[in-house]
């Protein structure tokens, strides 16, 4: 018990000018379970890419066993009984469930003839399933099974490994109760076999479930290390809410609209439930939430890409029936998806045509485009939003993240879009382009626009919007205005409910 | 879209195909047709075109000279201060009683307070008075003091003795320099003393300059931008690295971006 497994002395970390990790020091122990609770972009998962071998550090030490250590890589750290699930499953999809669990250990063999007896592993994976009363198919390929059943896989894969240290990086976010309850007797299991478990999570009722420390994290530092014994709810929301900015985020008070549009009882399986809130002319509506609490499927409802949605959506006090994209486009609502390049850009295209993309028909007349005055209208854009290098031929996948977020706000401000919602604008862009986003935010409410604000940043939130709403497991379950809302408040919403 | 820019997409336009039509720029640019018609009477007094039925005719190529580039410029950057004063024009309130120190950006924001109600002026600009001279819902109070001619404004102790005569809510401040480790200068020290008293008598304060002043420090320092001031409304354009400076500072960084060519 004295001596810890694993510790971290002093590590530093550079990212980036806005983020980095300080001085964390941090001990785990063999047979405890340490939980670590942070906001998004707090550090937990930079901590966890430490530990598991897959960033280095830039200063301090890493000691296992009391020997200091130096992963170069994810193998390094598995050698070293270091294993890590996180919300990224790394099975093999056309193999089948028992093949899957095993696959770590067919390379403990000697020879790379000697062969993998497939039926005793078979014989293993049921009693397995019958120890923790699995109900699944063990010859069912991967490919067939749903989100959580593959992190149960996963967590039987580790449970079987020699692993001496298991990072568990928030793994029950998609858990039901069900197998949550499996997923407590493996870590229980896996405790009395003295394996040291680090698990990182937003709930603060399976931290005091399951847990002996915890830290909390944030903006980089490790604010509070203590034994769970030792420490209350409310301490964990007051700890979570130290916010580090005053308020730096451009906002004005303009004077709001009629509505624009509102939402009533908007039902989407498993995700979203009796959904109601109403968006103003010129307002700024922030909506937060915990990863799976429905904020990212609301935005993508409303664009138009969940069509069996149940409830009504009224746009300038006309029902609409938004199941489709060019739907929601037609009723001016504007999508910035989270991670743009994926859901939102046409990489293979240039600036320019990313820019234009849903604005040619303003360019057309006679069949026929006019290039020289979308060049033109197109370079004011890239220059108002320091879109750069900006050079209009320029491939759209070569440019950074903060700027291609910007593009894509910029296409959807030319097309003269009304309602913007924004989802994670500026999560993992640099500050001067977090910046011009704001900007953009001022400069279309300043017109009469309306922005739906939807971040896990709650000092972005508090910053930027009139009016917040907290969604837990698909309900809104408290609304605050500007002049009431505060972190606490938001934090301790979004966790408890 | 600013009619700066309109004129110079027109000119280009122009340039390129010789002749337009009034209807398809009208879409194209997201304006009304009435809008391109002005613009278009403006290039013809200019002899830049003549105008036709529906649309408009290229002069001869040797009309379009020099002059028009430089004539842009200076556009450019009068359109670069009206778009901060616009912001800074959201932050005034009906009943406030507000300095504006003296300036071009502070000039655009008099020109623009015309629909404000019950507003008190204090300033030291002899052009910003005499621009509010038109709004007669505007009371203004000009300083008193020593006229310096090239800023046409008043300075000194007689001006700084009628200033401390009055509290203002919101001071906005123009600048001429701000250093990257965010030190505040003016181009006289007659104005640093001015801003500096003005500071001690106002409850807010928003600093306003161009993204120039980043480029470049004028001699009299005022103070450090933190401790001045928690609004700073500039250029677009500054550069990423004050702009990072700014926020890591905790200071509200406004830009003036006009982008959005909707104003519904």
Known sequence: MNIPKLSLHNVNKHFTEDFSLQDINLDFYSGQVHSIIGENASGKSSIIKII??????????????????????????????????????????????????????FSNKNSIFSTVNLEKLRQKCYELFDEFNINLNVDSHISTLNYPQKQLIELLKVYVSSAKVIILDEVSSSFTLVEKNTLFSIISKLKSRGVCIIYITHIIEEIKMISDQLSI?????????????????????????VSIRKKPYPKLNIKLGENVLSVENLQVQNSLDNVSFKLKKSEILGITGLIDSGRS?????????????????VINGNVKKITSP???????????????????????????????????????????????????????????????????????????????????????????????ILNEPTRGIDIASKIDVYN?????????????????????????????????????????????????????????? | MF??????????????????????????????????????????????????????????????????????????????????????????????????????????????????????????DILIATELTNHQIVKVILLGGVIDHSTKSVFGTITIDNLNLFYVNKLFIEVNGISSNLDVTVSSINMASLIQASIKNSNERIVLCSSEAFKKNSFYKIGKLSEITDKIITSSNIDDNSKTEIFNNNIQLFTSINAFEDHL
């Open chain 1, 217 to 241: 994290i944030s903006q980089g530092k490790i604010i509070c290390s203590k034994d769970v014994i030792n420490i209350t709810d409310d301490d964990i929301i007051t700890l979570l809410s």
């Open chain 1, 297 to 313: 499927v609301l935005g993508q409802c409303l664009f138009g890409n969940i069509n069996s949605y149940k409830g009504k959506i």
């Open chain 1, 440 to 497: 953009c935010i001022t400069d279309l409410v300043r017109k009469g626009a309306s922005v739906i604000l939807i971040s896990s940043d709650i000092d972005e939130i508090l910053g930027m919007c009139d009016r917040t709403l907290v969604l837990t497991d698909g309900k809104i379950v408290a609304e605050f205005h500007r002049n009431e809302a505060t972190k606490e408040k938001i934090i301790s919403k979004a966790i408890h409910g």
């Open chain 1, 52 to 105: 598991s071998g897959i960033f280095s550090l830039d200063s301090g030490e890493m000691i296992l066993d009391g020997n200091p250590v130096l992963f170069k890589s994810v193998s390094d750290a598995r050698k070293s009984g270091i294993y890590c699930v996180s919300h990224d499953t790394s099975l093999f999809p056309n193999l089948s469930i028992y093949e899957n669990i095993f696959s770590d250990t």
């Open chain 1, 326 to 420: 060019s739907n929601a486009i037609e009723s001016g609502i504007a999508l910035l998806p989270d991670y743009p390049s994926l859901n939102s850009l046409f990489e293979c295209l240039n600036l320019e045509k990313n820019i234009t993309s849903a604005s040619l028909k303003r360019f057309e007349s006679h069949k026929y485009l006019h290039e020289d005055i979308i060049y033109d209208v197109t370079g004011s854009y890239i220059k108002k939003l320091n879109i750069k290098p900006g050079n209009q031929r320029d491939k759209i996948s070569h440019y950074s993240s903060g700027n291609q977020q910007k593009v894509v706000l910029a296409k959807w401000m030319m097309s003269k879009a009304r309602i913007y």
């Open chain 2, 3 to 124: 009619a700066i820019e309109r004129i110079k997409i027109i000119k280009n336009y122009l340039i390129e195909n010789k002749q337009l039509e009034v209807n398809i720029l009208s879409k194209m640019l997201n304006v009304s047709e009435v809008t391109i018609r002005r613009d278009l009477e403006k290039l013809e007094r200019e002899g830049f075109i003549t105008r036709t039925h529906g649309g408009a005719i290229l002069n001869s190529e040797d009309t379009i000279s020099n002059e028009d580039i430089s004539e842009n410029t200076n556009y450019e950057e009068a359109t670069d201060y009206n778009d901060i004063a616009d912001i800074a024009i959201e932050m005034i309130n009906d009943d406030d009683v507000i300095m504006l120190s003296n300036g071009i950006i502070n000039l655009s924001i008099a020109k623009k307070l015309t629909n404000k109600n019950n507003l008190t002026v204090v300033t030291n």
